[in-house]
């Protein structure tokens, strides 16, 4: 799927001309929107998302005169579909590539869900090029706690014919990650790269990808993200989250705070897990001006 597949409802919200980039995983399609000459933004969405989760963000930066960069994780949104299965490793990589492709030294960074761990990772090695940081209803450090219905979602005997057969994450995400129901049009913008079960298996993947198991492959990688933290302390940080999210909840929050006590909280008592979409303005200006350092 490339953006001119998708449907004119959706490309209205999703005004941009993605790029594509030879990643270590396979193709990476990204958001470069903004003066080439503007500081720039990098935005991480996680899963069942993808670029399109930032979209109003992207435009009120951009409109600022700030570069921001947002790409589709290899297997999600526009990105190509490889046949293998992509850890946390690989995607922290994959970022890593995208920013030496272009060329990219200091960066300001938001991040959402996965996007947490898979920024924070990029960041954690080189904190010294990070600036200002939005974090919304993410992790970044190993947690015990998993909802049921995702531990339901990596079960391997149904977890995957759940989430890749019966699309049972990205499309109950879009009306059990909100509080408020969302237009037609952002509904079927969450959907549109995951309409059958061949595209959709890097969202059963990212599930399968959570370091549950002591010997699980990517508790270790998680495990050095955590460590990794303590060089950031520091950093101008807004901490702009949805209250009531059922999975990224406020042990996730607390979590941060005890990280980063500096952290400046924007909390929303009656939003989900896609807080931008809930909270709107609400989220929307304040998280806008914290990047722009206004």
């Known amino acids: ?120 990772g990029v960041a954690g090695r080189r904190p010294d090029r990070v600036g200002r940081i939005l974090v919304t209803n993410t992790g970044a450090f190993l947690s015990e706690r998993i909802p049921a219905r995702i531990a339901l979602c990596r079960d391997p005997l149904i977890g995957r014919f759940l989430v890749q057969g019966l699309n049972g994450f990205a499309w109950p995400a879009t009306w059990m990650a909100v509080e408020r129901p969302m237009s037609p049009a952002a509904k079927a913008g969450f959907l549109a790269p995951y309409g059958s079960p061949a595209v959709r298996r890097a969202v059963a993947d990212f599930v399968a990808d959570i370091p549950m198991e002591p010997a699980h492959p990517t508790r270790s990688v998680l495990a050095g993200v955590e460590a990794s933290l303590a060089g950031l302390k520091g950093k101008p940080m807004l901490l702009c989250w949805g209250m009531r999210d059922f999975c990224f909840d406020r042990s996730f929050l607390e979590g941060f705070r005890e990280r980063f006590p500096d952290a400046q909280p924007l909390l929303f008592a009656d939003a989900g897990h896609y807080v931008l979409e809930d909270a709107g303005e609400a989220a929307l200006g304040p998280s806008t001006d914290f990047l722009l350092g206004a």
Do not use: C, K
Not at 27 to 47: A, C, E, I, T
């Open 1 to 120: 799927m490339t953006a001119a597949d998708l449907s004119p409802a959706v490309q209205a919200l999703y005004p941009f001309a993605p790029r594509d980039f030879a990643a270590l995983s396979g193709r990476m399609s990204y958001v470069d929107h903004g003066p080439r000459d503007g500081r720039p933004v990098l935005l991480l969405h996680g899963n069942p998302s993808w670029s399109f989760l930032w979209r109003d963000l992207i435009l009120r930066l951009a409109a600022q005169g700030r570069r921001v960069i947002a790409p589709d994780h290899v297997g999600m949104g526009l990105s190509a579909r490889p046949d293998r299965f992509l850890r946390l490793a690989d995607r922290i990589a994959d970022v890593e590539a995208l920013l030496a492709h272009l060329g990219i030294g200091e960066f300001d960074l938001g991040v959402h869900d996965w996007g947490g761990a898979i920024g924070f």
